[in-house]
């Protein structure tokens, strides 16, 4: 499981945080709380799984590439996929799992854009390892950004829908030469493509070719709150579902669903479990740990089982409204009908 926390956008942002354990390893504690971590909080599903928790301290969503400090970010280094590359070569001479089966390769938030981007890339390093269990991913609230994502709040409340063009490389601009998915990359510099499309996770989803259960709420909070900019007292899950707020909301839903849509509709095997919850990673998180509301009755430990063994799984909770729904599980029991 790689931790996920976002990620620093200018030189001062990065230097405030890497006076955090979000920006260096110095204070971080000897043992972690393992009621802090989704698969190991009480998780029965994963409980006969060795588990392996990787922080998060490089603030560049995992896949910065730096061997050496940058004066121009604070003297700092980004060096997430590097760090991923000597996890993995630890834990393949150090433990047991030259002799897995199966490695779950998971993250939250920034650590669900890592293992999308890493997907493809952590089977063939196992491969040049002389290792090869069978690899899925399990990103968590990691698709930064659906089709046509991020608009904006205030351009969308005077009657715009049009998407910030270039938002994922304004947004990752400070991550000189990162990892990039390389499937994506090829495919854009074959259509003659800027490879900087492949921040973006969506552009991601057609070339990815490992196995993958997408498991993101529908109207991520954070990317209507944080990157939107729509503030949390209009965007809610309790906004009247008359306002031009809650229109905004079901856009953002919408168009998370078209792209999950898209990518199973090209891929069948792929796997989404989208509940229609305003929540970012919460909730998910809860569901992953054994508790939380599932969607029309089935656990996420339910519907991954079936998925590991060969179902297809394409469970999109209902909306309420067209929007999100509240965190109930009564509500839950109720909703049949499908998104539309």
Same mark, same amino acid.
């Given at each position: 499981m790689i931790d996920g926390g976002g990620l620093c956008i200018d030189a001062m942002d990065c230097r405030k945080r890497a %006076?955090?354990?979000? *920006?260096?390893?110095?204070?971080?504690?000897?043992?972690?709380?393992?009621?802090?971590?989704?698969?190991?909080?009480?998780?029965?599903?994963?409980?006969?799984? &060795?588990?392996?928790?990787?922080?998060?301290c490089s603030g560049d969503l995992w896949l910065g590439q730096d061997h050496q400090r940058r004066l121009l970010v604070g003297d700092l280094q980004m060096s997430g996929h590097l760090i991923l590359n000597a996890i993995v070569e630890h834990l393949?001479?150090?433990?047991?799992?030259?002799?897995?089966?199966?490695?779950?390769?998971?993250?939250?938030?920034?650590?669900?854009?890592?293992?999308?981007?890493?997907?493809?890339?952590? &089977?063939s390093k196992l491969k040049s390892m002389n290792v090869a269990p069978r690899v899925v991913?399990?990103?968590i609230a990691g698709l930064f950004f659906p089709h046509k994502w991020p608009v904006l709040w205030e351009e969308?409340?005077?009657?715009?829908?049009?998407?910030?063009?270039?938002?994922?490389a $304004?947004?990752?601009?400070?991550?000189?030469?990162?990892?990039l998915h390389e499937g994506c990359v090829a495919a854009a510099k074959a259509a003659k493509r800027p490879p900087r499309e492949c921040q973006d996770v969506s552009k991601i989803l057609p070339e990815l070719k490992a196995d993958v259960f997408i498991f993101q709420n529908q109207f991520?909070?954070?990317?209507?709150?944080h990157l939107g900019f729509c503030p949390p007292n209009l965007c809610n899950a309790t906004t009247s579902p008359e306002s031009?707020?809650?229109?905004?909301l079901e856009l953002?839903?919408? %168009?998370?669903?078209?792209?999950?849509?898209?990518?199973?509709?090209? %891929?069948?095997?792929? +796997?989404?479990?989208?509940?229609?919850?305003?929540?970012?990673?919460?909730?998910?998180?809860?569901?992953?740990?054994?508790?939380?509301?599932?969607?029309?009755? %089935?656990?996420? +430990?339910?519907? $991954?089982?079936?998925?590991?063994?060969?179902?297809?799984?394409?469970?999109?909770?209902?909306?309420?409204? *067209?929007?999100?729904?509240?965190?109930?599980?009564?509500?839950?029991?109720?909703?049949t009908q499908q998104l539309v």
């Open positions: %006076r955090t354990t979000l *920006g260096s390893s110095k204070s971080w504690p000897s043992q972690w709380d393992p009621q802090a971590v989704p698969f190991t909080g009480g998780s029965a599903f994963f409980s006969e799984f &060795s588990q392996v928790l990787v922080p998060y393949v001479n150090n433990t047991m799992l030259r002799r897995s089966s199966l490695v779950v390769f998971a993250g939250a938030s920034a650590g669900g854009i890592g293992v999308f981007h890493h997907g493809d890339w952590i &089977s991913l399990l990103p969308f409340r005077l009657g715009l829908e049009l998407p910030v063009d270039g938002f994922m $304004f947004w990752c601009h400070l991550i000189e030469d990162s990892f991520d909070q954070y990317q209507a709150n031009r707020a809650w229109q905004y953002l839903g919408h %168009r998370s669903n078209e792209t999950m849509k898209a990518a199973i509709a090209g %891929r069948p095997d792929m +796997a989404v479990f989208a509940p229609s919850w305003f929540d970012h990673t919460n909730e998910l998180e809860r569901n992953v740990a054994g508790h939380g509301l599932g969607i029309h009755g %089935r656990s996420f +430990a339910d519907a $991954f089982g079936s998925w590991l063994a060969g179902e297809q799984v394409h469970l999109f909770g209902a909306a309420c409204h *067209g929007g999100p729904c509240p965190l109930n599980p009564l509500l839950d029991e109720l909703q």
